[in-house]
Each structure stands twice: as structure tokens, then as C-alpha cells.
Nanobody, 127 residues
């Protein structure tokens, strides 16, 4: 069993930056593909980014490409999401997720749901 705890959310002005962290416990993250999703009020859950177990491959939603960067530190059992040039439409609850199955391409598919989820952290971007 993997427990995921997100942190780093908050209120920021448009154009600002935040870095989210996702700390795992229970098992080492070395073999898990990790990713981030978000959900805004009244909207469906949206894929944001994913990273392979080694960190060598990443995958981003078009809406965040070039602004967000996902990374991981397996020694610290932690995954990060650096968010730059934030926009009001980035406002959402951000969730960390983990899955043992390989491949990043399925993470943005509506039918796909990773095995493990965090409780979420709120990100609010004011205009």
C-alpha cells in the first residue's frame, strides 16, 4: 500500500509560481510511475503531468506544457510539480497519483485511473 501526501498549494497571483510536493510512504516509489491531476469546481478531473519511474520520461497536458515541470527524487520518495506562469484557469485541487504499470501515454485517457491517490492540495490563482 502506498500513501501519498501533497503539499505546497496556496494562493498566488497570476504570473506567479508554486511548487507542489508529493511525499510517499508505505513503499518506495522507485517502481511507480507518478503523476499529477487536477479538478476545478464543477469540472471533471484533468490530467496534468506524469513521469516515468526513472525520471527519464515525462508527459504533459497541452494546457500546461512549457509552464509546468514534473520531477522526482526517488531517494526522498518525493515527486514535484513546479508551476510557473500560473493562470487563473490553473485554479484547482491538485492530486498526486501513483501506478505500478508502465507507460505514460494512458495517463491522459478518461478511462485511466492510477492505483493510488493523495488527498489533494488547493491551488488558487488570482487575476
Amino acid at each position: 500500500q502506498v500513501q501519498l501526501v501533497e503539499s505546497g498549494g496556496g494562493l498566488v497571483q497570476a504570473g506567479g509560481s508554486l511548487r507542489l510536493s508529493c511525499a510517499a510512504s508505505g513503499r518506495t516509489l522507485n517502481n511507480y510511475v507518478m503523476g499529477w491531476f487536477r479538478q476545478a469546481p464543477g469540472k471533471e478531473r484533468e490530467f496534468v503531468a506524469a513521469i516515468s519511474w526513472s525520471g527519464g520520461s515525462t508527459y504533459y497536458a497541452d494546457s500546461v506544457k512549457g509552464r509546468f515541470t514534473i520531477s522526482r527524487d526517488n531517494a526522498k520518495n518525493t515527486v514535484y510539480l513546479q508551476m510557473n506562469t500560473l493562470k487563473p484557469e490553473d485554479t484547482a485541487v491538485y492530486y498526486c497519483a501513483a501506478d505500478l504499470s508502465t507507460g505514460l501515454g494512458k495517463w491522459d485517457k478518461s478511462w485511466y485511473s492510477p492505483d493510488y491517490w493523495g488527498q489533494g492540495t488547493q491551488v488558487t490563482v488570482s487575476s
